[in-house]
């Protein structure tokens, strides 16, 4: 029994459009609301928990109705036109808005008076004395914005209180110089000043926000329509025991395009600055959405590959010999269904842990480790997860799904952990532990869809959507959740924060018992193998 690896990648495809719309939105618009918009980490973790808010209501709505579809193009297909289109020329739309926004911050003196000094690539960030200079710089601005009207005595004195006097306590305890720590938390403290300036700049004319979230809906609600349909054409072509290699092969094609945006992304500059225009990025994003669903369309021919896939399992009666009960799927009884709980929670919970890194590491690299996905070290690190991928989906078929889950979240877990221990600038210690979390989400991501919908009855469309209901309620709750946290206690809160819930979702895990694909009669198998 061989996977149709050519298929697979075509399939695979739609994958690459997916990964690459969600790393450009996750790079980009969380950051994006904090540093040009002035939105403060709760405020811009709830706008981050709309696409995942929607997607809880809408996934499982077009899973099924993807089920039910009875088009000549295919159950999925259709959506994923659709959907791809739209989410294509809204994301476009984002360039706008963007552009616009960054020329009215270019126009304030936030840049050259504040940013710039700041972070002066020619000082030495870590002397008391660099950001004695910042705080003087940000209090004569504070005072004329005060005199002037501009802004008003409880916004100065909220500044006053939980920014100035903060840095100033920790510029006064210490020496001449500022150790790891302390560096971190007066840096926190400036980009929050930072922010504040933007959304002032913001709320004085707040037409282009409204815009730019207008347009990021068409874009999520966009996303939602052939994202389950996507996921389950995989299944409906696959058969069940090479479920786990062909989801590590759709993996590997979401990894390149995860791995394109973020060099395009490189490319516009928003590793440099927190106030380049990415007008590129957008459009470059949208014209490959539109022109990869153009390859798809030309290669894949959706009711052929399912044709071919029933004609296997009906001439090798795999949909009733193949498994060691008379059915493809046993019924739904208690213990199956307390199983698929016990999956969908730890799935929420892994989501929950993990999801609160990708939609803030954007705003953490830089602002607390100095460090930029452009580095080389961070390349080497991505390079070598993707080379992973598929090794990982043989693993899978070798010692089992739940077993590779479970190391996975080890994995995981004990890297996102480590994390509280660096320090700026350790550039290829950071790679070390990226490259470990990634191979640890690896190993999970490509298990946990194929065992929640191993335990479907032909209805993959709607367990597809109960796994993206899992995960998106996760990422409904966590943006909003971490943001209030590190508004508290600062950005450094982030990684415990991973670490415990995906700690949890691997207790969970434990208590699962199915999902794993059934022995295969081994007549079958050589009659099988002598046909092919």
Same mark, same amino acid.
């Given at each position: 029994?061989?996977?149709?690896?050519?298929?697979?990648?075509?399939?695979?495809?739609?994958?690459?459009?997916?990964?690459?719309?969600?790393?450009?939105?996750?790079?980009?618009?969380?950051?994006?609301?904090?540093?040009?918009?002035?939105?403060?980490?709760?405020?811009?973790?709830?706008?981050?928990?709309?696409?995942?808010?929607?997607?809880?209501?809408?996934?499982?709505?077009?899973?099924?109705?993807?089920?039910?579809?009875?088009?000549?193009?295919?159950? %999925?297909?259709?959506?994923?036109?659709?959907?791809?289109?739209?989410?294509?020329?809204?994301? &476009?739309?984002?360039?706008?808005?963007?552009?616009?926004?960054?020329?009215?911050?270019?126009?304030?003196?936030?840049?050259? $008076?504040?940013?710039?000094?700041?972070?002066?690539?020619?000082?030495?960030?870590?002397?008391?004395?660099?950001?004695?200079?910042?705080?003087?710089?940000?209090?004569?601005? *504070?005072?004329?914005?005060?005199?002037?009207?501009? @802004?008003?005595?409880?916004?100065?004195?909220?500044?006053?209180?939980?920014?100035?006097?903060?840095?100033?306590?920790?510029?006064?305890?210490?020496?001449?110089?500022?150790?790891? %720590?302390?560096?971190? $938390?007066?840096?926190?403290?400036?980009?929050?000043?930072?922010?504040?300036?933007?959304?002032?700049?913001?709320?004085?004319?707040?037409?282009?926000?409204?815009?730019?979230?207008?347009?990021?809906? !068409?874009?999520?609600?966009?996303?939602?329509?052939? %994202?389950?349909?996507?996921?389950?054409?995989?299944?409906?072509?696959?058969?069940?025991?090479?479920?786990?290699?062909?989801?590590?092969?759709?993996?590997?094609?979401?990894?390149?395009?995860?791995?394109?945006?973020?060099?395009?992304?490189?490319?516009?500059?928003?590793? %440099?600055?927190?106030?380049?225009?990415?007008?590129?990025?957008?459009?470059? +994003?949208?014209?490959?959405?539109?022109?990869?669903?153009?390859?798809?369309?030309?290669?894949?021919?959706?009711?052929?590959?399912?044709?071919?896939?029933?004609?296997?399992?009906?001439?090798?009666?795999?949909?009733?010999? #193949?498994?060691?009960?008379?059915?493809?799927?046993?019924?739904?009884?208690?213990?199956?269904?307390?199983?698929?709980?016990?999956?969908?929670?730890? !799935?929420?919970?892994?989501?929950?842990?993990?999801?609160?890194?990708?939609?803030?590491?954007?705003?953490?690299?830089?602002?607390?480790?100095?460090?930029?996905?452009?580095?080389?070290?961070?390349?080497?690190?991505?390079?070598?997860?993707?080379?992973?991928?598929?090794?990982?989906? !043989?693993?899978?078929?070798?010692?089992? *799904?739940?077993?590779?889950?479970?190391?996975?979240?080890?994995?995981?877990?004990?890297?996102?952990?480590?994390?509280?221990?660096?320090?700026?600038?350790?550039?290829?210690?950071?790679?070390? @532990?990226?490259? @470990?979390?990634?191979?640890?989400?690896? &190993?999970?991501?490509?298990?946990?869809?194929? &065992? +929640?919908?191993?335990?479907?009855?032909?209805?993959?469309? *709607?367990?597809?959507?109960?796994?993206?209901?899992?995960?998106?309620?996760?990422?409904?709750?966590?943006?909003?959740?971490?943001?209030?946290?590190?508004?508290?206690?600062?950005?450094?809160?982030?990684?415990?924060?991973?670490?415990?819930? #995906?700690?949890?979702?691997?207790?969970?895990?434990?208590?699962?018992?199915?999902?794993?694909?059934?022995?295969?009669?081994?007549?079958?198998?050589?009659?099988?193998?002598?046909?092919?």
């Amino acid at each position: 029994m061989k996977l149709n690896y050519r298929n697979t990648i075509y399939v695979g495809l739609i994958f690459f459009i997916i990964s690459m719309f969600w790393q450009a939105y996750d790079l980009m618009i969380a950051r994006t609301l904090i540093d040009k918009f002035g939105l403060n980490q709760t405020w811009s973790g709830i706008v981050m928990s709309f696409d995942n808010i929607m997607a809880v209501i809408l996934l499982p709505v077009f899973g099924a109705l993807s089920d039910k579809s009875n088009s000549k193009l295919g159950r %999925r297909t259709p959506y994923i036109i659709v959907g791809t289109l739209l989410s294509a020329f809204a994301f &476009m739309g984002l360039a706008y808005t963007d552009a616009v926004q960054t020329l009215d911050i270019q126009a304030t003196d936030i840049i050259t $008076n504040h940013y710039d000094v700041a972070f002066d690539s020619t000082a030495d960030v870590t002397e008391t004395s660099h950001w004695y200079l910042v705080v003087d710089n940000m209090s004569l601005e *504070r005072a004329e914005s005060l005199q002037d009207g501009n @802004i008003s005595a409880q916004t100065y004195f909220n500044w006053r209180d939980n920014i100035k006097n903060p840095m100033l306590d920790i510029l006064n305890s210490d020496g001449n110089n500022l150790d790891a %720590r302390e560096l971190s $938390n007066i840096k926190d403290l400036y980009y929050n000043y930072l922010s504040q300036r933007a959304w002032e700049v913001t709320s004085s004319d707040i037409t282009n926000l409204i815009v730019f979230a207008t347009i990021l809906f !068409i874009a999520l609600v966009s996303m939602t329509i052939f %994202r389950s349909p996507a996921v389950a054409l995989m299944p409906d072509i696959t058969l069940k025991p090479l479920r786990s290699k062909a989801n590590a092969v759709i993996t590997l094609m979401g990894a390149f395009g995860g791995i394109l945006a973020v060099y395009v992304i490189m490319l516009s500059g928003l590793n %440099r600055s927190s106030y380049d225009n990415h007008v590129f990025v957008y459009i470059f +994003v949208g014209c490959m959405m539109i022109l990869v669903l153009g390859i798809f369309l030309w290669k894949v021919k959706e009711p052929r590959l399912v044709a071919e896939k029933n004609r296997m399992m009906e001439k090798f009666e795999l949909d009733r010999g #193949i498994y060691s009960k008379t059915e493809s799927t046993p019924e739904m009884t208690l213990k199956r269904r307390v199983s698929l709980y016990f999956l969908l929670a730890s !799935i929420f919970l892994l989501f929950v842990g993990y999801n609160a890194v990708t939609s803030k590491i954007a705003d953490y690299l830089p602002k607390v480790l100095n460090m930029n996905f452009s580095d080389f070290p961070f390349i080497v690190a991505q390079v070598f997860v993707v080379v992973m991928i598929l090794p990982v989906g !043989i693993l899978s078929m070798w010692i089992g *799904r739940k077993k590779t889950v479970l190391v996975g979240m080890v994995l995981l877990a004990g890297a996102m952990g480590s994390v509280w221990y660096l320090h700026e600038n350790q550039a290829w210690l950071t790679a070390s @532990i990226i490259s @470990i979390a990634g191979i640890g989400l690896t &190993m999970i991501s490509v298990n946990t869809y194929v &065992m +929640v919908v191993e335990m479907s009855r032909g209805d993959v469309g *709607r367990y597809t959507g109960y796994y993206y209901a899992a995960s998106m309620s996760a990422q409904i709750f966590t943006p909003i959740f971490s943001g209030i946290l590190m508004d508290h206690f600062g950005r450094r809160i982030l990684f415990p924060y991973a670490t415990i819930f #995906i700690s949890l979702a691997l207790v969970a895990m434990l208590f699962v018992k199915h999902g794993e694909p059934k022995k295969i009669n081994q007549s079958i198998l050589e009659a099988f193998n002598d046909f092919d």
